[in-house]
């Protein structure tokens, strides 16, 4: 079976809450917003949508997770999940390098120690939703301190594990390798010639998955579809064919905060996902 969710682009606090409400009533199965260096606090929005919401599922699309402590980011996400009694759900990737994003000061640029980063940080942040206090790696070092099991006994996830979804660039060893140790991948294509993602291509990245018994991997495909049902269908289906666990209907593009954008978005919501 097939999920559907969506990623909000931006708008306040305020009217994401409510596009989160609408998402829903409408049948979508999951919400996600990005995180960035300065801008709406994800975590915060994801557990403002958790009291207000049931059912579906909330998480970042994703976190540059790097760039973060990694302590704090397991604290909020498990926050998350105990406010939304088991919903939660942690996409991290390395963090783009990009001019038109922001960065603190002390952003790591090097990709290969940010993909040590996010290795490191992945296990540091299970380790502490299993309920350890302490962590001695090549890259993070974290000791709980005197009483930490007491501080800590308030906060035990619901879900065991928290699902972390992985940016996995295919057909990439060493980026697919990450994906093995994860519970969902974030495809990131690199094709020859630069050519986009075919059905093809997905198709191959799950059977690289199934030949190493990961056959319980969610597999995401990101895109855009109309409002119209079957014409939404036609985009759908050869993903869904090919593996695809998870379909997230994106809308980049334009002022992302502006009330044209809104009203596209609150209009796409309201339609429903493409279900088959």
């Known amino acids: 079976m097939t999920n559907f969710g969506f990623i909000l ?3 306040t606090p305020r009217q994401q809450i409510e596009h989160a409400v609408l998402a829903e009533q409408a049948g979508w199965d999951g919400i996600f917003v990005f995180e960035t260096a300065y801008g709406v606090d994800a975590w915060s929005l994801l557990s403002a949508m958790a009291a207000v919401t049931s059912r579906i599922r909330l998480g970042t699309m994703l ?46 640029i090097d990709r290969r120690q940010r993909a040590a980063m996010l290795d490191e ?15 001695n790696g090549d890259q993070y070092t ?3 301190g005197e009483g930490s099991e007491a501080i800590i006994g308030g906060l035990r996830p619901v879900q065991k594990p928290i699902p972390v979804w992985a940016v996995g ?24 010639d630069g050519r986009p993602a075919t059905p093809t291509d997905q198709r191959e990245l799950v059977a690289w998955l199934a030949e190493r018994g ?16 079957a014409a939404a269908l036609e985009t759908v289906t050869p993903w ?37």
């Open 9 to 11: 682009p931006g708008g």
């Open 63 to 108: 976190t540059p997770l790097p760039w973060r402590r990694p302590w704090k980011l397991a604290s909020q996400v498990a926050t998350l999940d105990v406010i939304s009694e088991g919903r939660a759900v942690l996409g991290v990737g390395l963090g783009a390098v990009d001019p038109a994003l922001p960065r603190g000061g002390s952003d790591v």
């Open 121 to 135: 940080g992945i296990d540091l942040i299970r380790e502490l939703w299993r309920g350890g206090t302490s962590f």
């Open 142 to 144: 974290y000791q709980g």
């Open 169 to 192: 660039a295919w057909p990439r060893p060493r980026s697919m390798n990450r994906i093995l140790r994860c519970d969902g991948v974030i495809p990131e294509y690199h094709l020859p």
């Open 214 to 229: 990961r056959t319980d991997i969610e597999v995401l495909h990101e895109g855009e579809t109309p409002a119209d049902r």
């Open 240 to 276: 869904i064919e090919a593996g695809a666990t998870w379909w997230l209907e994106a809308r980049w593009g334009g002022d992302q905060h502006g009330p044209e954008k809104m009203r596209e978005i609150s209009a796409r919501l309201e339609a429903g996902p493409p279900r088959p």
